[in-house]
């Protein structure tokens, strides 16, 4: 490989800049779920900060999780580029014509359901697009890179383990896991070979509004919505770690601007719970009958439980989630109740084959 100097980058390799400084980030997956909130976040609170929006544009990214952004946003302050980040050509291209001094590496196949079913798409994203953009910012020698890892990596906790540290050993169950362990290490292996400033976060279950109806919450939400049935996998007592997504893409800026490259930082809220108890919250929230809940066949493979330990992240860079899940799965809640038109074109278009196919064996009626 070959490594340039640093010359096109305004900070050295272990500083962080001050949030005042003029300063373009590149954020792939701009168009996703956390993205989407990290990029509004970025444009809202860092005014001298341009971001660039590099998006494939796959089933999951939607360009109205942005609205405000594509609508109101001054065009030199915010730019979208459709584009895959497996592409080593468009990615130069956009190297050599922009001085991109930070890179935050969201883009992903990001479903594990979808990834036990085919899981090509996620090697080739996970791994070798992380490759491709860990190869071009090190030879635009780049001042930070963030790449955003998941708390998945670490496989599943026993009912008693202690949770997850930084240390914790790489155990992934699914297809979908291990792309992003691989993803996490070959960033780590970029920084311990060539130097680049690479920093890794690794965070529990995220919620809020924005997310694809594929997952857990907005998939019981609407479905609750709708008087459907709440397909909830095997026994209903997997324990997740869940996180409003405001609260992790504050963590990601502050990480960007002040964690120390070739260190992992562990993000999480301290919420576990059931998915039992969290299909029944979104019930009681929405008045629905518990009876909507159905126990069907499990993923296989399917991850008993996580929960992070996240004491490094609030000693050292000072990060604390601010949004208790009560409120927040309210708020959520009511989000996806006044966004019917948003959630429901997903869930009526390709969403649906993928729905028929998945839940066919495993929910006694589907809708046809
Ligand atoms: P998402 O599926 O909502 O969004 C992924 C985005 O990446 C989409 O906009 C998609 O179009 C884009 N994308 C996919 N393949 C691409 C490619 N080849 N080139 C360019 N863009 C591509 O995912 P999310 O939930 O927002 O997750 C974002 C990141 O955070 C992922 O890396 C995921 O592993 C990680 N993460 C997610 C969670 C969670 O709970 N959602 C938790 C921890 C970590
Ligand atoms: O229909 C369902 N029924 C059900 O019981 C679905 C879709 C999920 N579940 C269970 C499986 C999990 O125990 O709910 C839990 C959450 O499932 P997902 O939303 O698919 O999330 P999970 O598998 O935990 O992975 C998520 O967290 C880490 C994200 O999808 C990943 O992108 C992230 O890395």
């Excluded at 992240?313 to 996806?336: A, C, H, M």
């Excluded at 278009?349 to 839940?359: A, F, L, V």
Aim: charged fraction near 20%; include cysteine.
């Amino acid at each position: 490989m070959s490594s340039k100097d640093s010359t096109n980058s305004t900070t050295s390799i272990t500083g962080s800049m001050n949030p005042i400084d003029s300063m373009t980030v590149l954020v792939t997956g701009g168009c996703g779920f956390i993205g989407s909130h990290l990029v509004r976040l970025i444009l809202r609170e860092r005014p001298n900060w341009r971001v660039i929006n590099v998006d494939k544009l796959t089933y999951a990214g939607n360009p109205e999780n942005i609205p405000d952004v594509n609508n109101a946003t001054k065009p030199s302050r915010y730019q979208f580029v459709q584009a895959d980040i497996v592409d080593g050509q468009a990615i130069n291209a956009l190297f050599d014509s922009e001085k991109i001094e930070y890179v935050v590496n969201l883009a992903a196949e990001t479903h594990v359901d979808r990834s036990l079913i085919d899981s090509a798409p996620f090697l080739r994203t996970n791994v070798e697009g992380t490759r491709v953009l860990l190869e071009a910012a090190t030879h635009y020698g780049i001042s930070r890179f963030l790449h955003v890892s998941t708390d998945e990596v670490y496989g599943s906790l026993g009912p008693t383990d202690p949770p997850f540290t930084e240390q914790s050993p790489l155990e992934p169950n699914s297809p979908y896991a291990a792309s992003k362990a691989a993803a996490d290490l070959l960033a780590r292996a970029y920084h311990r070979s060539y130097g680049l400033p690479v920093l890794i976060t690794r965070c529990g279950n995220n919620y809020g509004p924005y997310q694809f109806p594929e997952k857990f919450l907005p998939l019981f939400i609407t479905n609750a919505l709708d008087d459907q049935s709440l397909p909830l996998y095997g026994d209903g007592q997997n324990i997740r770690d869940w996180i409003h997504v405001e609260d992790h893409v504050r963590a990601l800026l502050q990480v960007l601007e002040k964690g120390i490259p070739g260190e992992i930082y562990n993000t999480g809220a301290g919420e576990e719970h059931t998915n039992q108890r969290m299909a029944e919250w979104v019930l009681d929230i929405l008045k629905k009958p518990r009876s909507l809940i159905q126990l069907v066949k499990d993923r296989p493979a399917h991850d008993r439980r996580y929960g992070l330990n996240v004491t490094k992240i609030q000693n050292k860079l000072g990060w604390r989630p601010s949004i208790p899940l009560g409120e927040g799965l309210g708020v959520t809640v009511s989000w996806y109740q006044d966004h019917r038109a948003w959630w429901e074109r997903i869930k009526s278009g390709e969403y649906s084959n993928y729905y028929r196919q998945w839940y066919r064996d495993r929910l006694a009626i589907v809708p046809q």
